[in-house]
């Protein structure tokens, strides 16, 4: 089944649900229009569509392999890399001054969602390398801007992210590699890192590694990390390739999925020290490593978005195809499944589930432009709090999405699902990262609750959820019959989240225990909400649309209403199960001790 890149949803709802077109007509991004950002996000769907996503299945099939430390990608990578590359893709963001097409952030979130829905493990190259040309940007100096930014903007050169090691994952207060500073100014790396992505490979001519690392005299702990450019080959002066540097790959793991993404163990310095840069200031590596992980979270919630909707289109053409039983319809023979209720539940909570997650996504994009772009500084500085709010729902909510609708693509073909030769199974396997790197959702859910919530003392989050009731006000205050008792229970979810919100900030100061292990609910009961606001906000749409004597996305509406009568229920139970503390958890030695 082929992939077709859901270019009318995602420009459905950056126009409807997070208001893109508005920022684009006010001027936010200078002269660029609607039509240019559309018809960028179209193009991309085109390439991804025709170029990526026929090499999914050799991605997933024959993976990569590393041979005495080169690493190899499957068939075709490398020609598509260098043919997305020319065609400008690696620089949808990026500044004029360096290539790049300058756009906003919000387009390429778009076009992340569609590399990765075509192929998820062509696409991690890309969603890497955007972040270290990020913060190659924001804290490199000039002369490492100028030497590497345009070759990274133009695809010529890729980049990885060197956070983890054996002992450090989502700890990077352990992290060992360290770096020593060299008579000439430059610094000396040595260490090993552990699940590098495209740590090694063959789609481009050189590697540029943002490394963690720790000088001598650096103080414990995170703050005593500074951050290190390491490139593959020395660059020499007119920016042509030299010498071979000291790192090297010295194997890639064998994974779940991903398996066209090769997931490297990194050796730097053992023939002497790996010649390093060093990024913004010393001991303050992790404030220009979080400008990489910020862009990369929210990547990684495009990637749920992403195999979700691939899980669901691979679904639903199946259960068009397969007859089993007699559907209340009737008619002769077998029924396709899709007449089956419980088949309808599955496909229609895989598509719900997108599409919310989606919206929260494009929001968090959205304010991320704003933040960037806004007109004022004060305005500016609530667009950065609200993309500070939202990126852990983004990345955790999303990904987790994806796990779901994955899975539920497996259900969905019931035994098929589970061979390999349809497909399904491979979404399953390729989305089950994406809650477990870029920081573990468990830990996205206690920055949420810890770090966000107290926000402008907890105005950031009360603005979020005023600005869903308005939207669940606004579903009532219509009352169109298509939207049953959206409105209704929509409110209640919103009233659970309040409720969990207050009780998570009392719970903080008072008893961080509870909070904690509530967090994982309460970033949950957080999506819930936000992503029936912005179903919702589709229909309120969709209806207005109609009004005007376009009937065509009349489904929004239903879409909403499933999605407030049939998940969004879930809400007052997860407040419940948070507003009941730590109290459960207290005896696990005991409980668990039962266990062999
Ligand atoms: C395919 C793949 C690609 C990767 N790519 C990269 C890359 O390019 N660069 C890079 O640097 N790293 C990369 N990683 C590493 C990834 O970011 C880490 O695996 C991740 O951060 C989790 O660390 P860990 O595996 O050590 O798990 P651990 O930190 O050991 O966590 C195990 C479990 O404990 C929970 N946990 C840990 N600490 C806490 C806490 N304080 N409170 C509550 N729960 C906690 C976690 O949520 C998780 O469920 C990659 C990993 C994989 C598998």
Redesign the pocket.
């Known amino acids: 089944m082929s992939y077709q890149s859901p270019v009318a949803d995602i420009l459905y709802s950056l126009k409807h649900v997070a208001g893109f077109d508005e920022a684009i007509q006010s001027g936010l991004f200078g002269d660029l229009d609607v039509e240019t950002a559309a018809s960028v996000i179209a193009e991309a769907g085109r390439f991804a569509t025709e170029v990526i996503a026929p090499l999914d299945r050799v991605g997933d099939e024959v993976g990569a392999r590393c041979e005495n430390g080169a690493v190899f990608t499957p068939p075709g990578f490398r020609e598509a890399y260098r043919q997305w590359a020319s065609a400008g893709w690696a620089g949808v963001t990026a500044s004029t001054e360096y290539g790049g097409m300058g756009l906003p952030h919000s387009v390429n979130f778009a076009c992340g969602e569609i590399w990765n829905g075509a192929s998820m493990g062509f696409a991690?190259c890309p969603l890497?390398t955007e972040g270290a040309i990020g913060a190659l940007n924001a804290y490199g100096g000039e002369a490492l801007r100028s030497t590497y930014l345009s070759r990274m903007v133009s695809g010529e050169w890729t980049g990885?992210?060197?956070?983890?090691e054996p002992q450090?994952?989502?700890?990077l207060n352990a992290v060992k590699t360290r770096a020593e500073r060299a008579a000439d100014g430059t610094y000396r790396v040595f260490g090993q890192?552990?699940?590098?992505?495209?740590?090694e490979h063959d789609m481009a001519d050189n590697i540029v590694h943002l490394v963690l690392a720790r000088l001598p005299d650096a103080p414990p702990g995170t703050r005593g990390l500074s951050l290190f450019l390491v490139p593959k080959f020395l660059v020499e002066a007119d920016g042509s390739l030299g010498a071979r540097n000291d790192v090297r790959c010295a194997s890639i793991?064998h994974?779940m999925g991903?398996h066209a993404?090769p997931?490297c163990v990194m050796i730097y310095g053992d023939a002497g020290g790996a010649k390093g840069w060093l990024v913004g200031e010393e001991n303050r590596g992790l404030a220009a490593m979080f400008v990489m992980m910020n862009s990369a979270r929210l990547g990684v919630g495009m990637q749920g978005v992403a195999i979700g909707e691939r899980a669901l289109q691979r679904a639903l053409a199946y259960a068009r195809e397969r007859r089993q039983g007699r559907s209340a319809k009737g008619g002769a023979g077998m029924s396709p499944i899709i007449e089956h209720p419980d088949v309808q539940r599955m496909l229609m909570t895989m598509k719900a589930l997108v599409q919310a997650a989606r919206g929260i996504s494009h929001l968090t994009a959205v304010a991320i432009d704003r933040s960037f772009h806004a007109p004022s500084a004060e305005e500016r500085a609530a667009a950065a709090e609200r993309a500070a709010l939202l990126t852990p729902v983004a990345k955790a909510f999303s990904s987790d999405i994806g796990d779901e609708v994955a899975s539920l693509g497996v259900q969905v073909h019931g035994g098929m699902g589970y061979i390999e030769e349809t497909g399904a199974a491979q979404h399953m396997r390729d989305s089950r990262?994406a809650a477990?790197?870029?920081?573990?959702?468990?830990?996205q859910a206690?920055d949420l609750v810890q770090r966000k919530l107290p926000l402008s003392g907890g105005a950031v989050a009360a603005r979020e959820i005023a600005g869903m009731r308005a939207i669940a006000s606004e579903v009532a205050a219509r009352g169109e019959a298509g939207f049953g008792a959206t409105a209704g229970i929509l409110l209640e979810a919103i009233d659970a989240l309040e409720q969990a919100t207050v009780y998570m900030r009392e719970a903080l100061g008072a008893d961080p225990a509870s909070a904690?292990s509530g967090a994982s609910a309460y970033l949950r009961l957080f999506g819930l909400a936000l992503g029936g606001a912005c179903l919702a906000k589709a229909g309120l749409a969709a209806q207005d649309q109609a009004a005007r004597g376009d009937e065509t996305q009349r489904g929004r509406v239903g879409l909403a209403r499933f999605f407030a009568e049939k998940l969004a229920p879930a809400a007052p139970g997860l407040a419940r199960s948070i507003q009941s503390g730590a109290a459960a958890l207290a005896p696990y030695e005991t409980i668990l001790a039962e266990t062999a």
Do not use: P
């Open positions: 991690l890497l990885t992210m060197n956070l983890t450090a994952g989502s700890d890192k552990i699940f590098i992505t495209y740590g793991e994974k991903i993404s997931t990262i477990i790197y870029e920081g573990a959702n468990g830990v206690i904690l």
